[in-house]
């Protein structure tokens, strides 16, 4: 694969758990940071959180804290491991890599 694929989405409670996947090519995942953004009704997509090739991280400050983000060398799979949701984290979430972005998978947390 080349384009990545997510999967994992789904309707929350708020406070509840949900842990995203991409998966890429062995190739793609081990040259390339790969980065999960999202993008919420009416407003622009947003940055969430990448990581590099080494394991080095980065995160949106409003979810600090709350996500984790990680790969699985042997499943050539990112992660997005979400905490502690609420109703603003409500987006569609994209895996992003190179010049590739994926379909998005959709993330909702409500009552």
């Known amino acids: 694969q080349v384009q990545p694929v997510e999967s994992g989405g789904g309707l929350v409670q708020p406070g509840g758990s949900l842990r995203l996947s991409c998966v890429a090519s062995g190739s793609i995942f081990r040259s390339y940071t790969m980065c999960w953004y999202r993008q919420a009704p009416g407003k622009q997509r947003e940055f969430v959180a990448c990581?590099?090739?080494?394991?080095?991280?980065n995160y949106a400050v409003s979810v600090r804290g709350r996500f984790t983000i990680d790969r699985d060398n042997a499943k050539n799979t990112m992660y997005l491991q979400m905490n502690s949701l609420n109703p603003e984290d409500t987006a569609v979430y994209y895996c992003?890599?190179?010049?590739?972005w994926g379909q998005g998978t959709q993330v909702t947390v409500g009552s």
């Open positions: 990581i590099t090739t080494g394991g080095s991280t």
């Open positions: 992003t890599y190179g010049a590739f």
